[in-house]
């Protein structure tokens, strides 16, 4: 979907989470260091994320939006894969 086609509060909440994922990537230590960030910041940066990923679930279910979800490798697959030989025209007798 286009950035034209959201509403403002959707362009809002994509933002939101832009930011939040590029301030958390910024101020990631490397392993080993010391984090900068208190145990309640890392929390609420958490319950920032699970309200906007609420949000805009809601706002697409609204607008009939599918969400779309990850595969996983290990999951079992629900598409059956079929030979193209199969569809091949029988001959008429």
Not at 31 to 38: E, Q
């Amino acid at each position: 979907m286009e950035n034209e086609d959201l509403s403002k509060e959707q362009r809002i909440l994509r933002v939101m989470r832009k930011v939040l994922g590029s301030i958390v990537k910024d101020v990631t230590p490397q392993p080993g260091m010391l984090h900068p960030l208190s145990e309640q910041t890392i929390e609420d940066i958490r319950a920032c994320f699970a309200l906007i990923s609420v949000r805009e679930a809601e706002l697409a279910g609204h607008l009939g939006l599918a969400t779309a979800k990850p595969n996983f490798t290990d999951e079992p697959q629900t598409a059956k894969v079929v030979s193209i030989h199969s569809l091949s025209k029988k001959p008429v007798e």
